[in-house]
């Protein structure tokens, strides 16, 4: 897939924290690739979780409190699945599922309140893809589960993408949650014909789930199209998300959507103990963000304050002489790097950098 070869390759993403009043809201749409329906197992492999007798399996999900376990099936009578079947079992009570995938390590949540089992499975996976279904069970009188709505990514991806508004300069777009500038890309790919001032906003191939709420929050990492038909994704684009509800008829409603605007919000390890010795938080009274910045058996610098720049999140802290001190960080993936440029104290050179990984 095209998203999958070119992921990342050649193109830079810039955040910037500027005003402007030129915003445009057309509307905005995208597919996902190869996109089917609720998937239907193999005919051998549905005979062969339906007739075997003896399952190799993993947990996905043991909820001791409710009394309900959500197991995936690896092997059936020393034969492999190829990535199907998913047991339920409440109060004993054991329901099969061969159509569901259990590649890509599915999740689970049971919500004793609404009586839904969450239940999150591939779709489509591979090399900078990941694309999810979302499976709402519920259970019978008899404690068998059944399915009660099975939500289609396009249909999520969809109402997700019309949210942002974009607007196109030469080989730059602007990305929009309102009236609120959240991105920048600037297209550095040649021979790719500029943006496609048509439909530029692409699902990207990224569409997972945060089940860990009462209602489930689907999160795209939406992609640009050019108009040579190519189409890119990044990993420091903007995430969307919103909360998701199933009508009793099954048809879905997406509320509360917003634009995960912070991708350097978060707790990371520093390189030498595995500690989480950097911690940024974002600021709602003044759109920056707290900085605590740790360096292993050096110091740690408490007070820091962060400023989103095109470079990156510069920040300003106290040195241990009570001197002012700061620098840059930048984020790739999951890796942060603290480059100190504004240092008077003398353990602490101007160019010192360390280096932080996301806590998982």
Same mark, same amino acid.
């Given at each position: 897939?095209?998203? @999958?070869?070119?992921?990342? !390759?050649?193109?830079?993403?810039?955040?910037?924290? !500027?005003?402007? %009043?030129?915003?445009?809201?057309?509307?905005?749409?995208? +597919?996902?690739?190869?996109?089917?329906?609720?998937?239907?197992?193999?005919? *051998?492999?549905?005979?062969?979780?339906?007739?075997?007798? $003896?399952?190799?399996?993993?947990? =996905?999900?043991?909820?001791?409190?409710?009394?309900?376990?959500?197991?995936?099936?690896?092997?059936?009578?020393?034969? #492999?699945?190829?990535?199907?079947?998913?047991?339920?079992?409440?109060? #004993?009570?054991?329901?099969?599922?061969?159509?569901? $995938?259990?590649?890509?390590? /599915?999740?689970?949540?049971?919500?004793?309140?609404?009586?839904?089992?969450?239940?999150?499975? !591939?779709?489509?996976?591979?090399?900078?893809?990941?694309?999810?279904?979302?499976?709402?069970?519920?259970?019978?009188?008899?404690?068998?589960?059944?399915?009660?709505?099975?939500?289609?990514?396009?249909?999520?991806?969809? @109402?997700?993408?019309?949210?942002?508004?974009?607007?196109?300069?030469?080989?730059?777009?602007?990305?929009?949650?309102?009236?609120?500038?959240?991105?920048? @890309?600037?297209?550095?790919?040649? *021979?790719?014909?500029?943006? &496609?001032?048509?439909? /530029?906003?692409?699902?990207?191939?990224?569409?997972?789930?945060?089940? #860990?709420?009462? &209602?489930?929050?689907?999160?795209?990492? /939406?992609?640009?199209?050019?108009?040579?038909?190519?189409?890119?994704?990044?990993?420091?684009?903007?995430?969307? %998300?919103?909360?998701? %509800?199933? #009508?009793?008829?099954?048809?879905?409603?997406?509320?509360?959507?917003?634009?995960?605007?912070?991708?350097?919000?978060?707790?990371?390890?520093?390189?030498? *103990?595995?500690?989480?010795?950097?911690? =940024?938080?974002?600021?709602?009274?003044?759109?920056?963000?707290?900085?605590?910045?740790?360096?292993? $058996?050096? +110091? +740690?610098?408490?007070?820091?304050?962060?400023?989103?720049?095109?470079?990156?999140?510069?920040?300003?802290?106290?040195?241990?002489?009570?001197?002012?001190?700061?620098?840059?960080?930048?984020?790739? *993936?999951? +890796?942060?790097?603290?480059?100190?440029?504004?240092?008077?104290?003398?353990?602490?050179?101007?160019?010192?950098?360390?280096?932080?990984? $996301?806590?998982?």
């Amino acid at each position: 897939m095209l998203t @999958a070869i070119l992921f990342v !390759c050649g193109v830079t993403v810039l955040f910037c924290g !500027c005003k402007t %009043t030129k915003v445009s809201y057309p509307l905005v749409t995208g +597919t996902i690739e190869d996109i089917f329906p609720a998937d239907t197992a193999p005919a *051998n492999v549905l005979e062969a979780i339906n007739t075997a007798a $003896r399952f190799q399996q993993h947990n =996905i999900l043991n909820d001791t409190v409710n009394d309900i376990a959500v197991i995936s099936l690896d092997e059936v009578d020393d034969t #492999s699945t190829e990535g199907y079947g998913i047991v339920v079992v409440k109060d #004993s009570t054991s329901t099969t599922f061969p159509n569901i $995938r259990n590649v890509r390590q /599915p999740v689970a949540r049971y919500d004793k309140e609404t009586g839904n089992l969450w239940l999150t499975s !591939c779709a489509m996976g591979g090399s900078g893809v990941q694309v999810e279904w979302l499976y709402q069970l519920r259970f019978k009188e008899d404690n068998t589960a059944y399915i009660a709505a099975v939500v289609n990514p396009y249909d999520v991806q969809q @109402a997700l993408c019309q949210r942002i508004g974009y607007n196109i300069d030469g080989q730059k777009i602007s990305l929009y949650d309102g009236e609120r500038l959240i991105g920048t @890309a600037t297209n550095t790919v040649t *021979n790719m014909g500029g943006f &496609d001032a048509d439909h /530029p906003l692409w699902i990207g191939e990224l569409l997972f789930y945060d089940i #860990s709420k009462e &209602d489930p929050y689907p999160i795209i990492v /939406p992609g640009v199209k050019f108009t040579t038909g190519l189409v890119l994704t990044y990993d420091d684009m903007p995430m969307v %998300t919103g909360r998701l %509800t199933i #009508s009793e008829d099954g048809k879905i409603s997406i509320h509360e959507v917003e634009t995960l605007l912070r991708p350097y919000e978060g707790s990371f390890l520093d390189d030498d *103990n595995k500690e989480p010795n950097l911690n =940024i938080s974002y600021r709602l009274n003044d759109g920056k963000y707290n900085v605590e910045i740790g360096i292993f $058996r050096l +110091t +740690t610098f408490d007070d820091g304050i962060g400023t989103m720049v095109d470079e990156g999140l510069d920040f300003t802290a106290t040195d241990p002489a009570g001197n002012p001190i700061g620098g840059l960080i930048t984020l790739h *993936n999951d +890796t942060a790097v603290v480059t100190f440029t504004r240092s008077t104290w003398g353990l602490l050179e101007n160019g010192s950098k360390f280096v932080y990984t $996301r806590a998982k």
